[in-house]
């Protein structure tokens, strides 16, 4: 038996994506998006290459001709399987707002913006809600801005949505008829209670809630070596970060 | 008739003061130098579109107080985090703000280009996004098969003036933007486009079979200017990367107001720290 591998938390997250994804068919990334860019590159790795990948602010990594909007008129016609949104703010019925808390327009504490959020949300079926960050200060109960909604009104064309948040701490599972995320795996070295006390908003919880399963080496080696060599075409500053990576 | 080539500071003068101002995001490169060009002047009540968003140039204008309005769906310096002066405008309500979404900018020049009043689009519905955009319509689609079926309509953008940074150009006007289709798109919705280039070259574009299809023609393009590293700090792809330096630089120095006024002189926008 050979020891556990040690792994930083952006690796553990990195292979969870990578998992989420696959089987999968095309897969695209977003701003400021080094990790699941890594897990999508992950991800087509394991999948034989048969996975697309499209990265924003990645010119290797961008099957597109006809400049930013081919990703959302990709997304329109049902081309696109998976894509990550995040938040300033998210709350318990999968809200998200990338604009500002306080009173719009003048935000106390502005954000980025929205970006394409407000129409991927709606139209890409497997959205997957990341953000490392997992404190009271952004999983609220309630967003101050509404970027993209959860859910729609019945009537709404909405064949897309979010399937589960991932966080530095824990994976929900989002039910979109319920309108709840519920907690299906906490990381290693983080409890349920660690979960419930950093989270402004109330999810189900089941009696046992199992740890998310730990990258194994071979994982690992995959992550250091190729993928991080890969990545840093878009996100050099973090892949030498991390990695010590230069692009390939 | 050919496009006119200036240098930058003319081309520069060519936008006055109030134009509505269409800026493409960081990927293709960025107009620096023009965008410098503008806070030595002075420029004032800019309307700022970024397309879809912009990077540190429109962070830079809106910190010299060029900007009266910013539209669209994204203010971000990537990798290097939040735009500091964007952020401390809108906390202080120094500039206003037209919130959209990336597709949204995009689907209202397609608009424009197509000499529509509208263009509809999915998504945006139940946002905060369309409760603060009144202009935005909402209709029932009319060829829903059983009625309902909500959707937004978006009116038409026709900015004044496309400002881009582009690889090459030849003397007639033609200007090659390889795959940045954006940059298409923002030059036939625009009344004019202005243009820095890498290079000015020899010969006519449109001859050329592989370059013709990514080359927006003299047609739209009001004038040119050769800048060599016009888009540094930011990568021109082809050319050169990110200058990680002045960037790094940037993030720190524009936290406060004094320290972006000092940067400005050192970026060569301001000839010395205003009092």
Not at chain 1, 142 to 150: H, L, T, Y
Not at chain 2, 140 to 158: C, H, K, Y
Request: proline fraction near 6%; aromatic fraction near 6%.
């Amino acid at each position: 038996m050979s020891a556990k591998p040690e792994f930083r938390r952006e690796e553990l997250l990195i292979a969870t994506i990578a998992r989420l994804l696959q089987g999968l068919s095309h897969v695209a990334t977003g701003a400021s998006s080094p990790i699941p860019g890594s897990a999508a590159l992950l991800a087509r790795r394991r999948s034989g290459g048969r996975m697309r990948v499209s990265i924003l602010g990645s010119r290797k990594n961008a099957p597109f001709t006809n400049g930013g909007v081919e990703l959302f008129d990709c997304a329109a016609e049902g081309r696109l399987d998976a894509f990550f949104l995040g938040g300033g703010e998210i709350d318990g019925e999968a809200n998200i707002n990338l604009v500002g808390t306080g009173d719009y327009p003048r935000s106390d504490v502005r954000f980025p913006g929205s970006f394409g959020s407000a129409y991927l949300y709606f139209l890409v079926p497997n959205v997957i809600l990341f953000r490392e960050e997992h404190t009271r200060r952004v999983m609220v109960p309630k967003v101050a801005f509404v970027s993209a909604p959860g859910t729609s009104l019945p009537g709404v064309y909405r064949p897309g949505g979010p399937i589960g948040l991932l966080t530095g701490l824990c994976w929900f599972r989002f039910d979109r008829t319920k309108k709840r995320f519920a907690l299906e795996s906490v990381h290693p070295g983080t409890s349920v209670a660690e979960v419930r006390a950093a989270t402004g908003f109330d999810f189900d919880c089941p009696e046992r809630v199992p740890e998310t399963r730990a990258p194994d080496a071979e994982t690992l080696a995959l992550i250091r070596g190729p993928i991080a060599a890969e990545v840093a075409e878009a996100y050099p500053a973090f892949a030498e970060r991390m990695f010590g990576a230069k692009a390939a | 008739m050919s496009a006119d080539i200036l240098n930058v500071e003319t081309l520069a003068s060519r936008i006055p003061d109030g134009a509505t101002l269409a800026i493409a995001r960081d990927q293709g490169g960025a107009p620096m130098t023009t965008i410098r060009a503008l806070i030595r002047r002075g420029a004032r009540d800019l309307h700022l579109i970024g397309v879809p968003v912009v990077g540190i140039g429109g962070d830079m204008l809106i910190g010299a107080g060029c900007v009266r309005t910013y539209e669209g769906a994204g203010v971000t310096l990537g990798e290097y985090g939040a735009a500091p002066r964007f952020v401390e405008a809108v906390r202080e309500g120094r500039i206003a703000l037209k919130d959209s979404t990336c597709p949204a900018i995009h689907a209202a020049l397609q608009a424009g280009e197509k000499g529509l009043p509208f263009m509809p689009l999915r998504g945006i519905l139940g946002t905060d996004i369309l409760r603060h955009r009144p202009e935005w319509k909402t209709i029932d689609n009319p060829f829903a098969a059983s009625g309902g079926d909500p959707i937004v309509l978006l009116p038409a953008l026709r900015p004044d003036i496309a400002l881009i940074h582009a690889a090459k150009a030849d003397r007639l006007g033609n200007v090659w933007i390889g795959r940045d289709r954006e940059l298409m798109t923002m030059a036939h919705a625009a009344k004019t486009t202005l243009a820095t280039v890498e290079e000015i070259v020899d010969g006519n574009l449109m001859e050329d079979e592989l370059r013709a299809a990514a080359t927006i023609p003299a047609l739209y393009v009001g004038a040119v200017a050769e800048a060599k590293g016009g888009s540094l700090p930011i990568a021109m792809p082809g050319h050169y990367g990110d200058d990680d330096a002045l960037l790094r630089d940037y993030v720190q120095a524009a936290k406060s107001r004094g320290g972006f006024e000092d940067f400005l002189v050192r970026f060569g926008a301001r000839d010395r720290v205003a009092a």
